[in-house]
């Protein structure tokens, strides 16, 4: 999400890269049944795995991305020297919160994505690109095309699955889509159904897309993509992502030139460019169209649908839990996370919460590597020799 | 800002519209030196009052508005029975919070602003809008323009000066800029300096305008206004002047349409439509223009601006203050009120200050009325006996 990459890596010293990786692409030739009762008839889904998978299938992780991200999350695609790792290069690799040096990871792209899973940027049977033809996807969709990945795989149970943010949601759906094929949840900044706020968020950057004449009601790839809007949405997103604190901390009142006031619409103040420069390089890495179809999956999550309450949807659930929020977390609050963590304790289900005192707002589960990989590490780590120690 | 003008009046019995008022305008033939270093050679100012100034002249309270503010604070313009009083009715009236029966109550509508006041859409010397033309303004530029106007209605002294919001920015420059003129500062859900967070809301509001073709670089007064950039932009400020709570509260996750989600990318949730219809409703009275230049005031407002620090600044005034924060506020924060009320104290100033328990958000100044009437009601009128007693 933000730029952390570009600090000192704090762990450089104990960990390493995966290295080298390669974004591998399977086609499903079956239909995916979707939740909105209409039909996928078939679809690719653009992945990559770091690590190796042990002789019983046992040492798989899915990591879930959230709305921004892709499958690409640790290593390089080239050995150019200025090349950004993956998204959370930070977690993934020997050593690192997800070890690779025990565990098989996989990350997809979800199913609506504009990364290489099939999306409204793919080209639909009729040769041209879906657009809005595309269907609506649910979190729920996304998982059950990640479970046809992992049969491709061959693997029939996940050691556990895991993510924030919108991750997390995929993560717990897993749990009650799939209960027989996870065995521990790692539920992250997340929540178990958008609040008010996060849908109005929401949709204002649907409306900034929206109101870009270049739209075109999602008909733009011959021409020129909505970016004007695209990046509009972008900075209402970010903003939401970091904590007043770390916005003060990283750039205060300080004036982008000369210690001087502007007194014009130029650039006063350093975080009007920081916002604009992250609007912008957002634009050419994303697909609008995309942007509408997650933020919606985004917006229809709630555990609960298509059950009669959240215990009902939950009670299917057989997997532990580890439930994580972070203090300066508006978006995803502790509040949300504690009513997930609530009805998992009235079920007398296997759950640890933690709530870590972070400043960097809901980025902190990308920020805060350290305790990161203490908490998440050492919880897999634990239930990792648990589980070989009764073999 | 938000509708809360539909609820039943909880003061109905005990207190009196102002009734029918009339919108006022006096020009300026003089030079009004901006902040900036630019002049403006002349302006007029929209202004209303309600109740009578006595002898004396000493009962004028100015009420300053905020950004999306006007001149009509109370009252109604005619007799149709479904027009809506003005923005704040609920607080000036015979025994209301500002008291009619005691008080001469003034607002005027800023300079930059776009109903009645000159600001970009008004006609410049040269016979055509001034569209950018005109000269970026700050708060302090905005307190000079009122100064004028007092000196018209031969107001030598305030009693008070208040407002909420932008309004409590306009109330404590007052105090700074003009000593000798203000006996009591009303600072209200506002903050000493915006935030970093402060102005990345107001600046994506802006880039959402930017980014509306139709603007066209601020010329549009011939044309098509930018209609959909603007609306944007009014949903995302809107969202900042309401709590969590409220939202959830209000709409929470009803859905628009016989309790089904749609699975397109038609309204699914209430809280959709409300935004929405908040955005057009707003671009119907609102300037494009006049919305960049409010924010950049906003973005700029700092009260140590021209001084070595806030002491400096604050070393000014001789007034008394009243700073009112509310817990649900997270657009000018309780900690941002602490600031100032920490620096007045540090210098042994007048002041009280109130944190109000209030789960509306930053709009709670406007729909808390019987505690704002309780509170500054209170305060002002203990201070009006006080002052006569004395006299």
Same mark, same amino acid.
């Given at each position: 999400?933000?730029?952390?990459?570009?600090?000192?890596?704090?762990?450089? $010293?104990?960990?390493?890269?995966?290295?080298?990786?390669?974004?591998?692409?399977?086609?499903?030739?079956?239909?995916?049944?979707?939740?909105?009762?209409?039909?996928?008839?078939?679809?690719?889904?653009?992945?990559?795995?770091?690590?190796?998978?042990?002789?019983?299938?046992?040492?798989?992780?899915?990591?879930?991305?959230?709305?921004?991200?892709?499958?690409?999350?640790?290593?390089?695609?080239?050995? $150019?020297?200025?090349?950004?790792?993956?998204?959370?290069?930070?977690?993934?690799?020997?050593?690192?919160?997800?070890?690779?040096?025990?565990?098989?990871?996989?990350?997809?792209?979800?199913?609506?994505?504009?990364?290489?899973?099939?999306?409204?940027?793919?080209?639909?049977?009729?040769?041209?690109?879906?657009?809005?033809?595309?269907?609506?996807?649910?979190?729920?969709?996304?998982?059950?095309?990640?479970?046809?990945?992992?049969?491709?795989?061959g693997i029939e149970k996940l050691f556990a699955v895991g993510g924030g943010s919108m991750g997390g949601m995929q993560a717990l759906q897993w749990a009650v889509?799939?209960?027989?094929?996870?065995?521990?949840?790692?539920?992250?900044?997340?929540?178990?159904?958008?609040?008010?706020?996060?849908?109005?968020?929401?949709?204002?950057?649907?409306?900034?897309?929206?109101?870009?004449?270049?739209?075109?009601?999602?008909?733009?790839?011959?021409?020129?993509?909505?970016?004007?809007?695209?990046?509009?949405?972008?900075?209402?997103?970010?903003?939401?992502?970091?904590?007043?604190?770390?916005?003060?901390?990283?750039?205060?009142?300080?004036?982008?030139?000369?210690?001087?006031?502007?007194?014009?619409?130029?650039?006063?103040?350093?975080?009007?460019?920081?916002?604009?420069?992250?609007?912008?390089?957002?634009?050419?890495?994303?697909?609008?169209?995309?942007?509408?179809?997650?933020?919606?999956?985004?917006?229809?999550?709630?555990?609960?649908?298509?059950?009669?309450?959240?215990?009902?949807?939950?009670?299917?659930?057989?997997?532990?839990?580890?439930?994580?929020?972070?203090?300066?977390?508006?978006?995803?609050?502790?509040?949300?996370?504690?009513?997930?963590?609530?009805?998992? $304790?009235?079920?007398?289900?296997?759950?640890?919460?933690r709530h870590v005192e972070a400043s960097f707002g809901h980025d902190s589960f990308l920020v805060e590597v350290e305790t990161m990989t203490e908490l998440v590490?050492?919880?897999?780590?634990?239930?990792?020799?648990?589980?070989?120690?009764?073999?």
């Open positions: 999400m933000t730029d952390w990459q570009n600090r000192v890596h704090p762990l450089d $010293e104990e960990t390493r890269s995966v290295g080298i990786v390669k974004r591998q692409h399977v086609d499903f030739d079956v239909p995916l049944h979707l939740r909105s009762g209409e039909t996928l008839e078939r679809f690719t889904l653009a992945y990559e795995t770091y690590g190796t998978l042990n002789h019983d299938h046992s040492n798989a992780i899915l990591i879930c991305h959230a709305l921004s991200g892709d499958s690409h999350v640790a290593g390089y695609y080239t050995d $150019e020297p200025d090349e950004k790792p993956g998204w959370w290069d930070d977690a993934v690799g020997p050593g690192k919160m997800f070890d690779t040096n025990i565990f098989f990871v996989i990350c997809s792209n979800v199913i609506g994505g504009c990364q290489g899973s099939t999306g409204p940027s793919s080209t639909a049977p009729d040769g041209k690109p879906y657009a809005l033809r595309f269907p609506v996807v649910t979190v729920s969709d996304m998982v059950q095309a990640q479970r046809h990945l992992l049969d491709h795989l889509d799939y209960p027989e094929r996870v065995a521990n949840v790692l539920f992250i900044a997340s929540t178990p159904r958008s609040s008010t706020q996060n849908i109005a968020f929401n949709e204002i950057g649907r409306q900034a897309i929206y109101a870009d004449p270049r739209w075109n009601n999602g008909n733009y790839y011959n021409g020129q993509a909505p970016a004007a809007g695209l990046s509009v949405a972008r900075m209402i997103g970010h903003i939401t992502y970091m904590s007043e604190y770390s916005l003060e901390d990283k750039f205060g009142r300080r004036l982008q030139n000369e210690n001087k006031l502007a007194y014009s619409f130029d650039t006063d103040f350093t975080v009007e460019s920081y916002l604009k420069h992250q609007g912008d390089k957002f634009v050419e890495r994303f697909d609008a169209n995309t942007y509408l179809y997650i933020t919606k999956a985004l917006d229809y999550y709630d555990v609960s649908d298509g059950y009669e309450s959240i215990y009902e949807a939950l009670r299917r659930t057989k997997c532990a839990f580890l439930v994580v929020s972070f203090s300066s977390d508006w978006l995803y609050t502790a509040a949300q996370a504690r009513e997930l963590v609530d009805a998992l $304790e009235t079920l007398d289900r296997d759950v640890q919460y590490g050492g919880y897999l780590t634990k239930r990792w020799n648990r589980r070989s120690n009764s073999e």
